[in-house]
């Protein structure tokens, strides 16, 4: 039974922060060999039970709850920092040829390969993924995922329109693969399948309604797409869909939106929309870094919270800027901030953390499985190292309180700040 004494971070049901200066995390084998959290609190509490046999001390470091990325683009490893006008150009001049590449087996399993390494690199141990409309790319990708035994969730794109040569897929075959995909890898180990339309305007009505009775006929998997991102994208949604009342009422018209139904951005939405996004228990994965980088928008905590929809942060790479969750955390602050387009507030530190581990775990479904470090959990966590940098342990050193100790990291990390990240792994 592993033992670890260092300082502790994980949250109670309420999204607060639970901090021990001085904690103790046991972990041990569950009935199928998983390492699950047995015990995590503060060291003068738990050390008569646990403290006894070998212990691993790590001064100086925070044992943390690994990051849960609730979207993120495993092909467009490669087209991150790509300058580009705005969201469409961005796809055809950029992520649309690169994809075109991911045909290839042999390419598809390079990427993934990379793809993974950096997610745990910089503390991510869960991820909801997109991979291209060919289905070797989300073979690559899961296959890459069991080898390290990480919890990831992924599907094979569907785009059967308005796409160019070499990623457009094909209605009926679209609909096949994506079955045989599910049927292949959902539940295996710790792997999800996300029946995943790029988004309304590249998929036909036919498409879309496929899709909707794969999530009728396997309510296990996640679904997950895009909306409500760019105004020139939503116009566009009205042209297609025009009996549709809204962009996102376009899924709800085909059985995509329900629970584990996962829409990146969801920045342009009325107050009907987030009612429906919470009534269907669909929730909002928030892309800060990648809406920044495009100009796409700024998502609207207060209205999220009064609706009470759900929703998590995101890295969406490579619209996206980074794969570390610290610079998503602060963009998000900074989106939180802006008060000209919608009402602006200040995110606190626990809750900016909260959305990137337990709360994205809840917007997931996987509550109580990782994200957190309570007893039951799943034993993904990472070591941080809060003097990794000069400047980062000047400012840590001085910091009075958790808020001040999470937000100086948020600031000031990146993957430097990560020293260790641990899969819980089956024995």
């Given at each position: 039974m592993p033992v670890f004494r260092s300082a502790l971070l994980r949250f109670?049901?309420?999204?607060?922060?639970?901090?021990?200066?001085?904690?103790?995390?046991?972990v041990g084998p569950d009935a199928q060999g998983r390492q699950r959290v047995l015990a995590a609190g503060a060291w003068s509490d738990l050390a008569p039970r646990f403290g006894s046999g070998p212990v691993e001390h790590l001064p100086g470091r925070i044992i943390a709850p690994g990051f849960v990325d609730m979207h993120i683009h495993f092909p467009q490893t490669d087209v991150i920092g790509s300058p580009a006008d705005g969201l469409l150009p961005w796809l055809e001049n950029y992520t649309f040829p690169h994809e075109k590449?991911?045909?290839a087996p042999d390419y598809s399993a390079q990427v993934a390969q990379f793809f993974i390494a950096e997610l745990l690199r910089n503390g991510v141990t869960t991820a909801l993924a997109f991979a291209t409309s060919h289905p070797a790319s989300a073979e690559a990708l899961f296959a890459e995922a069991q080898h390290h035994q990480m919890r990831l969730i992924t599907g094979k794109v569907l785009q059967d329109r308005h796409s160019p040569d070499g990623v457009r897929d094909d209605t009926e075959q679209s609909l096949i693969d994506t079955e045989a995909l599910i049927q292949r890898w959902h539940g295996v180990d710790r792997l999800g399948y996300a029946i995943t339309p790029r988004f309304a305007p590249t998929s036909t009505p036919e498409q879309l309604r496929g899709a909707g009775e794969l999530a009728a006929r396997y309510p296990g998997v996640w679904i997950q797409s895009h909306v409500a991102e760019n105004l020139d994208e939503i116009r566009w949604a009205h042209e297609l869909f025009p009996a549709s009342r809204s962009y996102l009422s376009v899924y709800d018209d085909f059985g995509l939106l329900r629970e584990r139904a996962v829409y990146a951005h969801c920045i342009h939405l009325d107050e009907h929309d987030r009612a429906l996004m919470r009534d269907t228990g669909a929730v909002a994965a928030v892309s800060p870094t990648s809406n920044l980088f495009l100009g796409s928008g700024f998502f609207d905590y207060a209205e999220a919270d009064r609706v009470g929809m759900g929703y998590g942060l995101a890295s969406d790479v490579g619209g996206g800027t980074s794969f570390s969750p610290f610079h998503t955390m602060l963009a998000a602050y900074y989106v939180g901030r802006e008060g000209q387009a919608k009402r602006g507030l200040s995110l606190s530190p626990q809750h900016l953390w909260w959305q990137h581990t337990a709360g994205a775990a809840r917007a997931l479904g996987l509550a109580g499985v990782v994200g957190n470090l309570q007893p039951g959990c799943e034993a993904d966590f990472i070591v941080l190292n809060p003097q990794a940098t000069p400047l980062l342990a000047r400012r840590t050193a001085q910091?009075?309180?958790?808020?001040?100790?999470?937000?100086?990291?948020?600031?000031?990390?990146?993957?430097?700040?990560?020293?260790?990240?641990?899969?819980?792994?089956?024995?």
């Open positions: 109670a049901d309420d999204g607060m922060a639970l901090f021990d200066p001085d904690g103790l995390l046991a590449r991911f045909v910091a009075g309180n958790i808020d001040e100790l999470l937000f100086a990291m948020i600031v000031l990390g990146d993957d430097r700040l990560v020293e260790k990240t641990v899969i819980s792994q089956a024995k």
